[in-house]
């Protein structure tokens, strides 16, 4: 087993140096940079509405509070602002994998996998949108780490800020794992970014319980996938040990998972030889969230409560099998007894995949009315 993570993190390695320099900050000292500045950029072609786009490495901080590099893109709309400094809103992307060639900044589609992205530019928004750490820069990719995915957030918007003269109001909208990290943001916003004012949180189908996520979904081909990376990541982020949760016969079928990008929906066809693979003989245990230390980990890298100040819209599709709607609506009843303004969307007949695509018009016009300055809705009493 140790000579196989071994091997994984070799893999891993060897395909952060395949990026290219860009994405390697690993000869600077990153202790001279402060949190969201821009360590490099270049220009990217192939932006929608002739937006200007760039491809940016920035400093974050890491989950010891180390100095970070982390990638993403910014995006400035075409037309001259009408507004005294652009608000900005930080995309937070769904699981495209968990090794560096996996970062959207380097996917063929990466425009068209934002979704809102010509309604945003149209409003006249900056899109900063991370790749999170260990996806594009050496990995290991902190997978569903809340702490590491809001930090880079965060630290997104600043660098968009200090590229575009943006003004410090900023929103957050994300899907599936994007929607662990804009809830992820909202919560650590007031801490660790002050000087930044986000006025809404909108996220669809995100993952919220992820004991439950794991639990539910074990058995399918999805939940296979989510629950193979979680694991894969944390046993190098954290040193948790696999061999109490893992058989060895799903060691290599998790190492052969952990190579495969997902950019567009159909690359989920790719991952169904190594996923039937695990599903025959994965785990060792019935429920991952009964055995420390994944409990623990699981308990730590679930959102809770966000500042009742801040607005939440949460998009959920009705058919959705990975992220069960009862649970993400366990979730608003959480918000709405701490007092949060949440706005509930139910996309009738629509499952995991396409949620963000189909509920991206209701997002990106809830969250101009929070720029705005109008009150936010609330289906806390229906």
């Not at 900023?170 to 007031?190: C, D, E, N, P, R």
């Not at 002050?194 to 399918?220: S, W």
């Not at 990376?229 to 109490?244: D, E, F, K, R, V």
């Not at 567009?264 to 019935?286: C, M, N, Q, W």
Request: charged share 15%; with cysteine.
């Amino acid at each position: 087993m140790r000579k196989l993570l071994c091997a994984l993190l070799f893999l891993a390695s060897a395909i952060a140096d395949a990026q290219g320099s860009f994405y390697s900050a690993a000869h600077l000292d990153l202790s001279g940079y402060s949190n969201g500045q821009v360590i490099r950029s270049e220009a990217m072609a192939g932006a929608p509405d002739a937006a200007t786009a760039y491809r940016i490495l920035y400093r974050s901080e890491g989950l010891h509070g180390e100095p970070i590099a982390v990638s993403g893109v910014v995006l400035v709309p075409a037309q001259p602002s009408t507004m005294t400094g652009r608000p900005i809103i930080a995309w937070a992307h769904p699981t495209t994998g968990v090794v560096p060639a996996c970062a959207p900044s380097l996917a063929r589609v990466f425009f068209e996998s934002i979704q809102g992205l010509d309604e945003m530019l149209q409003q006249g928004y900056v899109v900063a949108a991370t790749d999170y750490p260990g996806l594009g820069t050496a990995g290991p990719h902190p997978y569903l780490v809340g702490l590491s995915e809001g930090r880079a957030v965060l630290d997104s918007v600043r660098a968009a800020r200090s590229m575009t003269g943006a003004g410090p109001a900023f929103a957050v909208w994300g899907h599936s794992q994007g929607g662990h990290a804009a809830l992820y943001t909202g919560i650590l916003a007031a801490d660790y970014a002050p000087e930044l004012k986000l006025v809404a949180v909108a996220a669809a189908a995100p993952a919220t319980d992820l004991g439950a996520l794991l639990a539910d979904d074990r058995g399918t081909t999805g939940g296979t996938n989510v629950t193979a990376m979680t694991l894969w990541s944390w046993s190098q982020i954290y040193g948790a040990p696999l061999a109490n949760v893992v058989t060895p016969q799903g060691m290599s079928a998790m190492g052969a998972l952990a190579d495969k990008c997902i950019e567009r929906y159909f690359d989920v066809i790719t991952r169904r030889g190594p996923s039937k693979a695990l599903a025959r003989s994965f785990l060792e245990v019935d429920n991952i969230s009964e055995v420390e230390p994944w409990r623990g980990l699981l308990h730590t890298n679930t959102p809770g409560t966000l500042p009742a100040t801040v607005p939440v819209f949460l998009a959920q599709g009705t058919d959705d099998t990975l992220v069960l709607p009862a649970v993400t609506r366990s979730y608003m009843q959480e918000l709405c007894q701490a007092g949060s303004a949440v706005q509930w969307d139910p996309i009738e007949g629509v499952g995991h995949l396409f949620v963000a695509r189909d509920s991206a018009g209701a997002a990106i016009a809830w969250i101009g009315a929070r720029f705005a300055g109008a009150p936010a809705p609330s289906d806390c009493r229906k």
